[in-house]
């Protein structure tokens, strides 16, 4: 399907590139970052315009988060309510939905580009535990903002290598995550302390 994809983007191009980046918002397996490295491949060759490129794949990433955090709304936040019927359940949501709008606009701004697999799953959440519209709205439009820039940037710094700039984009955004991961760890370890009083 790969393969297929990459040969469509001289004749589809920035519709292609909208429509993937759409649906792989909305969990289909969907092969969007190879396609972005393409597409910046494409604007090293002069074929596609840079900024209407980066546009495009930003663009499609952030109307399928809108259709995953609406679908949330609209058909999560029922079965959340059913759920709050039982009291241990109701105690265990409260905390998930209090720590989704205390730490929600970081978890949605990292999980466009940096775990993005995550990504759609947020946005039914998000949408589900009623997040509010706006902070969704600009943590997703800026982390849409660094995923397009990332991937097609780095299509267009290896001149369409895409087996090249694969490689070291899955480096770096490995040491991120890692760094990430440790930092946030670092951070639940302080909350745990600092919750049975000791400094």
């Not at 980046?21 to 393409?38: E, N, R, V």
């Not at 970081?106 to 940096?114: A, D, E, H, S």
């Not at 943590?139 to 820039?149: D, F, L, P, R």
Request: proline letters at 4%.
């Amino acid at each position: 399907m790969t393969d297929w994809l990459l040969a469509l983007v001289p004749s589809y191009g920035l519709w292609l590139l909208a429509a993937v980046t759409f649906c792989s918002c909305l969990a289909l397996p969907i092969p969007a970052s190879i396609l972005m490295l393409a597409a910046g491949g494409f604007v090293a060759a002069g074929d596609l315009e840079l900024f209407a490129t980066l546009g495009a794949a930003a663009a499609g990433g952030i109307a399928g988060d809108q259709l995953g955090f609406w679908a949330g709304r609209w058909l999560g936040a029922p079965v959340l309510a059913r759920l709050r019927r039982d009291p241990a359940r109701e105690k265990l949501l409260g905390r998930a939905v209090a720590m989704m709008d205390q730490r929600g606009a970081i978890g949605v701004f990292l999980t466009r580009w940096l775990f993005s697999p995550l990504g759609p799953w947020v946005n039914l959440t998000a949408g589900s535990t009623g997040f509010g519209w706006r902070r969704f709205t600009l943590a997703g439009v800026a982390g849409e903002a660094v995923w397009a820039g990332l991937y097609v940037g780095m299509g267009y710094g290896f001149a369409g290598n895409i087996e090249a700039a694969s490689e070291m984009l899955g480096s770096v955004l490995g040491f991120l995550a890692a760094g990430a991961v440790m930092i946030g760890l670092g951070l639940w370890l302080r909350s745990l302390l600092k919750a049975q009083g000791k400094p």
